[in-house]
């Protein structure tokens, strides 16, 4: 294999497996580290800069870094049993926004004077918000259209309040308008033909993904009165349109959507609420806590049941039919639901809240516009890293660029958009995306004294603390977890192996000792000699199975081998370099911030 | 030194031996040496040992004397006996702990200046009574724990750190072993683990005195231009005579015979030795020859490495004194005081 090249800003960012799994590549363990010194303030400036939304995304993120962490891979099954569970990553941001200082003054503000170009951005959810905050910075003039009265998109109309207060929502919005230059206009926009002909330089489609999928069965039509769609279920109750639901209530689906309809549910007078699922209970969408918060709140789930009919009985909707199935799965691995021939369960239900999935629409954009839509999904054509469309002033983000994901995409997309449009309008070429920066610095401070806490903690994960049951149901908008207070906090921080601060091997200063391969707990290094990297991987102190994860190579060694660590299962405690006598290896920090727009 | 204790995760794929253990398991307490010290890879090396021996600690007895090397055996089998006798004094009380409970494991840990200058007549004679142990020496040519004077073992012309050079004859131990009579008499480095874990494995496995003389660079002391004892130097230097590759079953193993050629030498228990020839035509169990081409080596200035020279079939010291197989600290008052019938028989039998 050749020398690894650490100079590439990617190679170290790898190694910080939830920045890198983050989409807004979120500097994580920095923050975290911040956690346990009490700078809450700071910590939540460094996810303001990246994530835009920290007290929001804090409590409702998908935290795509939590499977990605490394101690799901390191974790001792003799202490923590079979769960070897990541470090609480989304509940530590919480920790931030909920015990920082007033930041308001640390918050950068629009220059005085604009730039004189003007966006418009379609939709006030996650994406346009953070396209707004970037470009507003720079001295552009933003003005977001939504249909609804108040910003925030679906975080505001869709998520529960007991998983988000309004409040919460208010000051994470505020902060984006205080910025400046950034106007929000209620308006609903039927026709993209129509904004185009005004005097926008760039507009930017966040519309997300509106239409919540109905369920074609018999029965549908006649029950029609006690069968609602989740998404439009969910945000009639954030309206205060809707405050009551029938004593038994079947929820269809298993995602996200249905975890929060049924919880829901049982907050407005559900006293049996079931959410009934086609697939296995394992497969479903909704992440494993949601699942395990919506069975917190006695709702069980039925899986392997297929919905066959409504029935209605003098008018009223009084069950409904389900066929079971059970999932096969052909040579290629792919699933299908094959009946199993047992009698069809029936189940009573007073109201039916269907989440089977969420579409994007379009009615409002005309095709005849020079903006092209694939044939086959009938969603705008939209390049992945630009995000612009084929209409070169049009860009989309969020859930309306790809469909329907997460606030924490939205925010990555809204990034990627604004560095775009402002490529754009200064006339350069938009593939040509700026490098993130990277700030290197040892963190030897001393023989045996290192600028971070290098001692591994072996605790379990901690558990966020949550509002006694009957309480949170009495109360719709109770908000259930309580949050880590400091002294949790303090200690789930110290979980933390720090992924970022990376060992550094300086081939010239090595004198092949072994001492560094001795000491390491996790047999991540071996000097040998150099080949193939699947000879290699299986040549290693341990064999390196784990082909996601890079093989650092240092060349040049006295014996002509090489060095070769295996990054998977590194605990970053530095001891290899505490041991190393001529200081070849080294402990140094590698801050990596993604570029926003106005930064390059 | 480090103050942080090793963290006790492990890799996930961690290895199980025969008895249940993993290799962490034959760890000690953290290294309190200095930070590259050979000596720290050979106690890796008897850890990895002993794991693949599927030697129950509790088994172990570790004895060593003063110096570096000496503190060494607190850094690994955390889990067996281990006695820290006076400077050069392992040899005689390891013999009396050997005599008195023939059922442990002995291994002595010893630095160059432990067994080849205060203690070389202690060393001497263990050899030559055969006792059934594992002689470790980690060699650095210097005496690190006092701050580098030169040991016994320098060889004569090389330069200490500060300019000084040794005009005194060094004592090659393995020579010196095999004509005591040690019966197992091997030279490693601390710097090749692939050659000194099986070294180890089989001089365990040896029932009789078995010694390695295993050179460990002292990186404070003796790791300069013109040291005889330093990394480079040894990498440099290094003349190994055969790799021991496994100790295997006493059926002959399918051969996959590498260009040197195979050597499987027979041990007492059935098993054999199997050796990848790396000097054509090296006999290790030829004893005059051995010493020659240690000396033939020396005289071009490298170091013989390698399993030097085994006696198939050695005799330790309690079959030199004919002791009964039960350990003798196990023996109950009435066996050693067998009353006066006994004592009477034994005195009309020396009239
Ligand atoms: C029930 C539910 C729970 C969820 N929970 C989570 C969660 O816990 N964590 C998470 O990360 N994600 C969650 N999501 C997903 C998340 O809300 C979305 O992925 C995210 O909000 C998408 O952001 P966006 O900026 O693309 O658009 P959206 O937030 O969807 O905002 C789009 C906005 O555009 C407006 N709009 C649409 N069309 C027009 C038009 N023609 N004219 C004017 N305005 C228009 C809409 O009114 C809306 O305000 C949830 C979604 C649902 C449905
Ligand atoms: C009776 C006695 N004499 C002298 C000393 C001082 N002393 C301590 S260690 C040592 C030499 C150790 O050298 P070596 O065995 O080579 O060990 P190293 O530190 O090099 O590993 C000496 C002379 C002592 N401790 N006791
Ligand atoms: S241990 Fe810390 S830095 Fe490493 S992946 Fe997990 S949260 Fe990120
Ligand atoms: S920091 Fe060094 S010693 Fe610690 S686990 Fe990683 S490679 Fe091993
Ligand atoms: S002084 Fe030399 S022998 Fe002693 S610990 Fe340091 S390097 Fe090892
Ligand atoms: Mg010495």
Known sequence: MRATDITDPNYFHKVVDCQWACPAHTPVPEYIRLIAHGRYSDAYMINWKSN?????????????????????????????????????????????????????????????????????????????????????????????????????????????????????????????????????????????????????????????????????????????????????????????????????????????????????????????????????????????????????????????????????????????????????????????????????????????????????????????????????????????????????????????????????????????????????????????????????????????????????????????????????????????????????????????????????????????????????????????????????????????????????????????????????????CGLCAERCPTGAWDMRKYFIEMTHAGQA | MTYLTKPKLHHPALKRNDIGFTRRDYEGAVSTLCAGCGHDSISASIVQACFELSIEPHRVAKLSGIGCSSKAPTYFLGDSHGFNTVHGRMPSVLTGANLANRELIYMGVSGDGDSASIGLGQFAHLMRRGVNMTYIVMNNGVYGLTKGQFSATADKGSVAKRGAVNNDAGIDLASLAIIMGASFVARSFSGDKGQLTPLIKAAMSHPGAAILDVVSPCVAFNNHAGSTKSYDFVRDHNAAVNRLDLIVGAEPMEADVPPGGMIEVPQVDGSNLRLRRITPDYDPSDKAGALGFIQEKAALGEVATGLLYLEPLPRDLHGALNTIPTPLNQLAEQDLCPGQAALDAINASLR
């Not at chain 1, 939709?123 to 707004?132: E, I, K, R, Y």
């Not at chain 1, 026709?191 to 369920?215: C, N, Y």
């Not at chain 1, 612009?388 to 469909?403: E, I, L, M, R, Y």
């Not at chain 1, 719709?476 to 880590?484: P, Q, Y």
Request: net charge negative; charged share 25%.
């Open chain 1, 52 to 572: 835009v939304f920290p007290g929001i995304l804090g409590r409702t993120c998908d935290r795509p870094c939590e499977p990605a962490c490394r101690r799901t891979r390191v974790e001792d099954e003799t202490v923590v049993g079979a769960r070897k569970e990541p470090v609480a990553i989304c509940r530590l941001k919480r920790v931030a926004a909920d015990f920082k200082d007033d930041v308001s003054g640390l918050m950068p503000r629009a220059p005085e004077v604009s730039n004189g170009r003007k966006i418009a951005c379609i939709g006030a959810g996650p994406a346009s918000l953070t396209v707004a905050r970037d470009l507003a910075v720079m001295g552009y003039e933003v003005t977001l259209f939504d249909q609804n009265p108040q910003l925030g998109g679906m975080i505001r109309t869709q998520i529960p309040h007991f998983r988000l207060p309004v409040s919460v929502i208010d000051e994470e919005m505020d902060y984006i308008t205080s910025v400046g230059n950034i106007a929000f206009k209620q308006r609903e926009v039927d026709s993209l033909k129509a904004v185009l002909a005004e005097d926008w330089d760039a507009i930017f489609v966040g519309t997300g993904a509106p239409r919540g999928r109905d369920l074609a069965i018999p029965g549908r039509d006649a029950a029609a009165a006690n069968i609602h769609i989740g998404i439009d279920w969910l945000s009639s109750v954030s309206f205060g349109h809707v405050d009551t639901v029938g004593k038994k209530v079947i929820v269809l689906g298993g995602g996200n959507t249905a975890m929060d309809c049924c919880r829901t549910a049982r907050r407005l007078g559900g006293e049996t609420v079931k959410v009934i699922v086609r697939s296995g209970f394992e497969e479903m969408k909704a992440s494993p806590w949601e699942k395990d918060d919506a069975m917190a709140e006695d709702i069980p789930i039925l899986n392997f049941m297929t919905p066959k009919a409504f029935h209605v009985e003098d008018g009223r909707l009084v069950g409904m039919t389900f066929e079971t199935v059970r999932a096969e799965y052909d040579e290629k691995g792919r699933r299908s639901l094959v009946p199993t021939g047992d009698p069809d369960p029936y189940v009573e239900c007073d109201d039916v809240l269907v989440a089977i999935g969420q579409e994007n629409a379009f009615p409002w954009i005309e095709r005849d516009i020079g903006l092209e839509f694939d044939a086959r999904w009938d969603m705008p054509v939209v390049d992945r890293v630009t995000l612009q469309s084929t209409h070169p002033k049009v860009f989309f983000g969020g859930d309306a660029a790809f469909g329907p994901e997460n606030i924490i995409w939205a925010a990555a997309h809204g990034h990627d958009a604004a560095i775009s449009i402002h490529k754009l309008l200064e006339g350069e070429d938009l593939k040509d995306r700026p490098a993130p920066l990277m700030d290197v610095v040892s963190q030897k401070m001393g023989i045996h004294e290192w600028s971070y806490d290098n001692d591994i903690r072996v605790d379990p994960r901690f558990k966020v603390p949550h509002r006694a049951l009957e309480e949170s149901l009495a109360n719709l908008s109770a908000e259930v977890e309580l949050g880590f207070d400091p002294v949790l906090a303090f200690k789930e921080a110290q979980r933390c192996l720090n992924c970022d601060i990376q060992t550094v091997f300086a081939p010239k200063l090595c004198i092949e000792c072994d001492a560094c391969v001795d000491i390491c707990p996790m047999d991540s290094i071996t000097f040998a000699d150099n080949g193939e990297e699947q000879d290699l991987r299986l040549r290693l102190t341990a064999p390196a199975l784990n082909a996601d994860q890079d093989l650092y190579i240092g060349e040049g060694l006295p014996t002509g081998r090489v060095m070769v660590k295996d990054e998977d299962v590194c605990l970053h």
